[in-house]
């Protein structure tokens, strides 16, 4: 929308299943040779070759679960588990996944027979987040946009007199990223900040996709744990708005908007009151603007309006209300082929079949604010007193399973990697 009279070396994905078997057949016909050369020898050397094969077989088993799809480490699972780990294994600082929910996608415990010695094989797991901007940090419960999955395997045998309880342990572990497609130069050195940076007064939340372009919030609030995802493990944060002039977020850098081409936006809100969820407009200061369309709000009555502007304004409703106090997640989309469609809380609430494009400008994407006027239902407050969590922008239209799988997430990092999956170039976990 315009003002009047303006235009405008080896491979990382470890072991397969196929592998795994293997190797440990393999063990099991080198294992009676070990014995056979340990006859001669101390218990302690006996010992020694044993601690070898489990050794194989806890390697093995960390391996397969490197190999398993990110997303789907936790498949199974659900949080807590024993109050008592076996000695050696340290999940600290975690929010700790073994209890069952159903199957495993990695198994929680599993025994392997070999000459008569049987191993048990016990794959244990925590959420933690690494910190950004504290390099050699350990990772803690503290959420952020680097969730990671602290995977340990304990490979246990009985041995009498040799040690505690008549049980030997040996243990290994690795921290696993459960981003689709890591990036790892996210943790920088200590002292330093992303480039470029956010204004002085306002606060950086990184872009998860684009890590050069945060959302800069200014006069908001974050809270922990306080978000759609938050008694979930990983649980999500979110965004405070005041609904004050001073009050709102903006991404730091510009870009060309959609105009002729299909795009997705979506954005988590909690509120009680009219304004501005997303937009995008031709200023990231928080009033004014001469070009601004591509725009989620909450009307006056409570239902979600989604506007865009091709020469003339258009709009679509939600024919219930949204103002509540609930999580509810926003969606639009125009598509080039079937127009313009809302969804909230994964389901289709309204659709304009005619409107196939938005207007072009250079701009960028704000949060809690934008400029309301000229549209036909503009809330009374564009500064919206209320709740963000994730936002993010896909430069094509999602389909409603893509939508409903967002919607059904459940947790943060699930939420990362869906996003990621269906083309985001552009997301802000807040």
Request: glycine fraction near 10%; charge should be negative; include cysteine.
């Amino acid at each position: 929308m315009s003002r009047q009279g303006r235009r405008t070396a080896r491979s990382d994905s470890g072991f397969t299943l196929v592998e795994t078997v293997i190797a440990v057949a393999i063990l099991a016909l080198l294992f009676p040779m070990f014995l056979s050369a340990a006859t001669s020898g101390t218990q302690a050397g006996n010992q020694g070759r044993i601690r070898q094969v489990a050794s194989v077989l806890a390697d093995t088993a960390l391996d397969y679960t490197r190999a398993i799809d990110p997303s789907q480490l936790l498949d199974g699972r659900a949080s807590g588990g024993p109050a008592t780990l076996p000695a050696g294994v340290n999940l600290t600082n975690t929010d700790q996944y073994d209890n069952v929910a159903g199957t495993p996608a990695v198994p929680l415990s599993n025994t392997t027979v070999i000459d008569n010695y049987t191993f048990t094989t016990q794959t244990f797991m925590g959420v933690c987040y690494l910190q950004q901007g504290a390099q050699g940090a350990s990772c803690t419960t503290v959420a952020s946009p680097a969730p990671m999955v602290r995977a340990v395997v304990d490979v246990s045998w009985p041995a009498k007199g040799v040690c505690a309880a008549n049980v030997c342990d040996y243990v290994t572990s690795s921290l696993i990223s459960t981003a689709s497609d890591p990036k790892f130069n996210e943790v920088l050195p200590s002292g330093t900040a992303p480039t470029p940076s956010c204004p002085s007064g306002a606060t950086a939340f990184p872009d998860i996709v684009m890590s050069s372009d945060p959302m800069c919030a200014y006069g908001a609030s974050a809270q922990a744990n306080s978000g759609p995802f938050a008694d979930a493990n990983p649980p999500s944060g979110s965004l405070d708005f005041s609904g004050d002039s001073g009050s709102y977020g903006s991404e730091l850098t510009s870009s060309a908007g959609p105009s002729s081409s299909s795009f997705t936006i979506a954005i988590w809100f909690k509120t009680s009151n009219p304004g501005v969820l997303m937009g995008f407009s031709n200023t990231a200061s928080g009033s004014g603007g001469s070009d601004w369309d591509k725009m989620l709000w909450v009307d006056n009555s409570g239902r979600v309006v989604f506007g865009a502007y091709t020469g003339s304004t258009a709009e679509i409703a939600s024919p219930g209300t949204f103002d509540g106090g609930d999580w509810h997640l926003a969606v639009a989309s125009i598509s080039t082929t079937s127009g313009m469609t809302l969804y909230v809380d994964g389901s289709e609430v309204a659709s304009n079949t005619s409107v196939k494009s938005s207007q072009a400008y250079t701009g960028y994407w704000n949060i809690g604010w934008d400029n309301a006027s000229g549209w036909p239902d503009p809330p009374e407050q564009v500064f919206l007193q209320g709740s963000l969590s994730d936002a993010a922008f896909f430069p094509s239209a999602l389909s409603g399973s893509q939508v409903a799988g967002l919607y059904n997430s459940g947790s943060q990092s699930t939420w990362a990697s869906n996003v990621a999956a269906d083309g985001a170039t552009k997301a802000w976990s807040l």
